[in-house]
């Protein structure tokens, strides 16, 4: 998990600059896991209107299906069976931390729903920001 927090902070230069540099669109999303509520917290004290939500999932069964069908990093059909385990194994791992994170600052959370139904919570706390 350090390496890839240290590669999210080198992403996170370039989310930093695109969130501070004056753009024409009224909003957008910015996702990955580059995405770190410490990084957020940070940027909020220079960016104003910015509505952290983080999204994760924590079902280790719909994980293993993601990983095994689609692949963490690349195509599920590329690489070996043993190394998509540990990718689930760092997927629940980092889920955690994201969510221990996100807790300590504030920000809210909203598990992935197989129906669709995540999209739902996540307009009722950008409305309810308004």
Known sequence: ?????????????GVLALLKTDYSWNSFIVEGVAVLPEFVAAAMKDVEGL?????????PDR??????KR????DADKYDDDLKAKEIEWV????DFIKGE????GFS??????????????????????
């Open 92 to 95: 629940v791992l980092f889920n």
């Open 109 to 130: 959370l909203v598990q992935y729903k197989d129906d669709g139904s995540h999209f739902d919570e996540i307009k009722k706390l950008c409305d309810n920001d308004d």
């Open 1 to 13: 998990m350090v390496d890839q927090n240290n590669e999210s902070a080198a992403v996170w230069k």
């Open 63 to 68: 994980i293993r299906e993601v990983v095994f």
């Open 51 to 59: 509505r952290p939500i983080f999204l994760y999932e924590d079902r």
């Open 71 to 74: 692949g963490l990093w690349d």
């Open 102 to 105: 996100a807790a300590k600052y």
